[in-house]
Each structure stands twice: as C-alpha cells, then as structure tokens.
C-alpha cells in the first residue's frame, strides 16, 4: 500500500498558529522598539496629512541588515494613507525594490502600472514615463510617496532617475508638491556615485536605524512566536537562547528562520513544544567549520573533557549544567578509558579555552549561600551532530570509545 505523505501529515497536530507571521517578508502589526523611528517618520510627513500637497520630502533611512528598515516603512506607508484618508487627502505609496527592478526604466514602469493598472509594458521611453507621472498625480491631485528599497543596486544605473525625481517639482516654483521620496539603503556609501546635488538633498534627510540591543532582539522574537506558534511552544529560556545566536548579526531575519526550522523539527520528531536540541539541529547548517578544525587540533584530554559536557548535557536534558556535573561526567569516561584523569584546575583552564573557542558559552550565576555557580551549555552546534564528529577525531586518535 502507497503511504499517503498528505494525509499523514494533516493528521498530525501542528505547533503553528500561523506559519505565514514568521516569514520574512511578513509585515506585523507592531514593530516594537522602532516607535521611534515610526514617530520621527510622522512628524516629518505630518504636514502633508493637514495640508496636502504642501510639500515634498525627500529622506534617506540608513541601517544594517535584517533590523527592520523595510518593515518599519511598509507599516508607516500604511499609517500615512490611513491618516490622510480620513481627512479626505489622496496620498498613494509605491515601494519599490531596486534590487528586482534594477534599471530606471522598470522603476517607471512599475511607478506608472501602480497608478494605472492597465498602462503597457513597452513602448515608452524613461522621459515619457516621467511626464506621465507628473501629468496623473497632477490630475488626480494625489500625492505620491515612492519608497526605493534597496537603493544601492539602482544607483549604479540609475543616478539619473533619482535626480530626476528629486527635481521633479523644481521646475515649478511655489506650486503644488505631488511627490515625495524615502530611500533605503545599507549605508550611505551609495550615494557616493550620484552628482552632488542630489547627494546632498539626500544627505540632509537621513535617518540612522540602529541595531538591535540582546533585550530588544528577545522581545522582537517573543512577539513573532507569539502570533505565530501555539501557546506553551517555545519557551522563554528558548527564546533567550535564539536571541544570543541572532545577537552578533543583529538580523531578525536569521532569528525568524531559526524559530520556524527549530518548529518544524520539533513537528517531525512529533514533539509537543521545541527543545534546544531542535534549535541547535536548526541552527546547523551554519555550523562553523572553525568549530571541526579546532576538534582535530585538540589534544586527547581536552576532546576528552568535551565528550564529558556533551554526554552530561544529553542526559540531563536541559540547557544547560554545572561544572560538577560535568566533572562526574568526565570522571566516570575516563575510568572506563582507563585514562587518568587531569586535576580540577586543568579542567577549569580548559573549560576557558572552550569558551574562547566559542564551543560552550558559560553563565556565572551568584548564589546567596553558596556562592558563584558556572552553568555551561552548547548553543551553536547540534549537540548529536557534535558528538558525532567528536568520537569520530578521537578514535582516529586511538581513543576506543
Ligand atoms: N521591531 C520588529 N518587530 C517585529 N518584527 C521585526 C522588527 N524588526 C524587524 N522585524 C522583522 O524582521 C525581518 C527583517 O526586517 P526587514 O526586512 O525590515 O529588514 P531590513 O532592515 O529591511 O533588512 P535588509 O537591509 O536586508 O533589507 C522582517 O520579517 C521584519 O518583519
Ligand atoms: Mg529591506
């Protein structure tokens, strides 16, 4: 009998409430700890909103990778059509990503089928599509706010089109402004390329999105699983967990592909919620191939004493454990070696080294009666993956395990 993969896989229960709120291009309701951007953005359109066609602004947002810069936008476009709908002024957003309409031309194009659904591919030239979008926002009265994302790959080709749309009201003096302009780039070395003017109308409208801090990355991803998973999924300790592997890139992206893979792991195994094996096991194809380099430079002790932390760590089950455990572990595979063991103060030197060869992380965590307490864990490399590759190096070593 055939196995039915579809029907054997709808019968299972899934973890998702909604799995299409953890993709990236998924634009929440609530972009926590970007209120300020989100407010800065307001105040500077505010005047288009209670007096429209007054102006036109032209702005540059600046940010690493991953940190909300098209999301934060695509939420303020919203408010601001809200906002001028409701007091009867016309304003239309079109966001454009430079990196998929790469020439000035499909940037038009794609401006001009945004306010006329049934305009024809071809047969203009980029000057034609310019004046016809003078002539439509004039005639509608409407003010148009074209958003180029990812601006850096049209500036190469496409210097001349962003001047020409920075300039487009300058012709006419004291008359209406229909057009406005937000930028948004990586950093601002882009706009290196274009002539100056136009870099500095460019120039004096930046706004900087900073990184996100360990806390502001937590509650971000807190959020995220919180409309996308089912309750009691994931917990908070977990979350932290993925917070510290985002935290050095910053990109909420590569969180939200870890929480989704780590859910889907956790479903194959026909878990109820996610463990840290799953994140781990998510997080593997980004095992860094340092981390087996430094494995077969490691001298046998050493190796010895992480074999410990990993066996010591699968059978607790947990995150993550203290030194004692792990120098029980250590203790009995080297009685079953019949290799002598090396004194606590080695062991404690290597556990540093460990930590600066990034394979464990260690927390410190104060006592009141008995003092500081170290609690090791392995966050960035499936531990079974790991244990695997380990063995593997020491019994190339001899060691008969
Ligand atoms: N404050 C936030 N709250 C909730 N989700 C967020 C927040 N910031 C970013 N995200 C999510 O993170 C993902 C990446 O954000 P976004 O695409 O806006 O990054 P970006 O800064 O434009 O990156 P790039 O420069 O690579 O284009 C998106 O899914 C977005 O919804
Ligand atoms: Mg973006």
Same mark, same amino acid.
């Given at each position: 009998?055939?196995?039915?993969?579809?029907?054997?896989?709808?019968?299972?229960?899934?973890?998702?409430?909604?799995?299409?709120?953890?993709? #990236?291009?998924?634009?929440?309701?609530?972009?926590?700890?970007?209120?300020?951007?989100?407010?800065?953005?307001?105040?500077?359109?505010? *005047?288009?909103?209670?007096?429209?066609?007054?102006?036109?602004?032209?702005?540059?947002?600046?940010?690493?990778?991953?940190?909300?810069?098209?999301?934060?936008?695509?939420?303020?476009?919203?408010?601001?059509?809200?906002?001028?709908?409701?007091?009867?002024?016309?304003?239309?957003?079109?966001?454009?990503?430079?990196?998929?309409?790469?020439?000035?031309?499909?940037?038009?194009?794609?401006?001009?089928?945004?306010?006329?659904?049934?305009?024809?591919?071809?047969?203009?030239?980029?000057?034609?599509?310019?004046?016809?979008?003078?002539?439509?926002?004039?005639?509608? #009265?409407?003010?148009?706010?074209?958003?180029?994302?990812?601006?850096?790959?049209?500036? #190469?080709?496409?210097?001349?089109?962003?001047?020409?749309?920075?300039?487009?009201?300058?012709?006419?003096?004291?008359?209406?402004?229909?057009?406005?302009?937000?930028?948004?780039?990586?950093?601002?070395?882009?706009?290196?390329?274009?002539?100056?003017?136009?870099?500095?109308?460019?120039?004096?409208?930046?706004?900087?999105?900073?990184?996100?801090?360990?806390?502001?990355?937590?509650?971000?991803?807190?959020?995220?699983?919180?409309?996308?998973?089912?309750?009691?999924?994931?917990? =908070?300790?977990?979350?932290?967990?993925?917070?510290?592997?985002?935290?050095?890139?910053?990109?909420?992206?590569?969180?939200?592909?870890?929480?989704?893979?780590?859910?889907?792991?956790?479903?194959?195994? #026909?878990?109820?919620?996610?463990?840290?094996?799953?994140?781990?096991?998510?997080?593997? =194809?980004?095992?860094?191939?340092?981390?087996?380099?430094?494995?077969?430079?490691?001298?046998?002790?050493?190796?010895?004493?992480?074999?410990?932390?990993?066996?010591?760590?699968?059978?607790?089950?947990?995150?993550?454990?203290?030194?004692?455990?792990?120098?029980?572990?250590?203790?009995?595979?080297? *009685?079953?070696?019949?290799?002598?063991?090396?004194?606590?103060?080695?062991?404690?030197?290597?556990?540093?080294?460990?930590?600066?060869?990034?394979?464990?992380?260690?927390?410190?965590?104060?006592?009141?009666?008995?003092?500081?307490?170290?609690?090791?864990?392995?966050?960035?490399?499936?531990?079974?993956?790991?244990?695997?590759?380990?063995?593997?190096?020491?019994?190339?070593?001899?060691?008969?395990?």
């Amino acid at each position: 009998m055939t196995i039915d993969y579809f029907e054997d896989l709808l019968r299972k229960p899934s973890l998702f409430k909604s799995e299409k709120k953890l993709d #990236n291009n998924y634009v929440p309701k609530k972009l926590l700890h970007r209120e300020k951007e989100l407010s800065l953005l307001s105040q500077l359109f505010l *005047e288009l909103i209670t007096n429209p066609n007054s102006l036109s602004r032209k702005i540059l947002i600046v940010g690493k990778t991953g940190i909300g810069k098209t999301a934060t936008i695509k939420l303020f476009g919203e408010m601001l059509i809200n906002a001028a709908a409701k007091r009867s002024g016309l304003i239309k957003y079109v966001h454009i990503n430079c990196r998929k309409e790469r020439t000035s031309y499909k940037v038009l194009i794609k401006i001009v089928r945004a306010l006329n659904n049934n305009f024809p591919k071809r047969g203009y030239s980029p000057q034609d599509l310019l004046e016809i979008i003078v002539d439509i926002v004039n005639n509608q #009265n409407l003010h148009l706010l074209i958003v180029l994302d990812e601006l850096s790959y049209l500036i #190469n080709n496409g210097g001349d089109l962003i001047y020409s749309l920075t300039r487009i009201n300058d012709d006419l003096f004291n008359s209406q402004q229909h057009l406005s302009i937000i930028g948004i780039a990586r950093d601002i070395s882009c706009l290196s390329n274009l002539d100056i003017s136009t870099m500095s109308t460019l120039q004096r409208n930046i706004i900087h999105f900073e990184k996100y801090n360990r806390e502001q990355l937590y509650d971000i991803l807190e959020y995220r699983a919180e409309i996308s998973l089912k309750e009691n999924v994931i917990s =908070d300790k977990l979350i932290e967990s993925i917070s510290e592997l985002v935290y050095q890139s910053g990109d909420i992206r590569y969180g939200l592909n870890l929480l989704w893979k780590a859910t889907k792991i956790a479903e194959n195994q #026909n878990l109820k919620y996610i463990t840290m094996e799953c994140i781990r096991l998510a997080n593997q =194809d980004i095992v860094p191939f340092s981390a087996i380099d430094i494995l077969n430079y490691m001298p046998i002790q050493k190796g010895i004493l992480l074999l410990a932390i990993i066996t010591a760590l699968k059978k607790s089950g947990r995150i993550q454990i203290s030194v004692l455990e792990i120098t029980n572990s250590y203790l009995i595979i080297c *009685e079953n070696l019949g290799i002598h063991p090396r004194s606590h103060s080695q062991l404690w030197n290597y556990l540093q080294e460990f930590k600066r060869e990034y394979l464990i992380t260690m927390e410190i965590k104060s006592e009141a009666i008995k003092g500081r307490k170290a609690l090791i864990s392995i966050q960035d490399i499936s531990i079974s993956k790991f244990e695997e590759i380990l063995v593997n190096i020491l019994q190339t070593k001899g060691i008969k395990i």
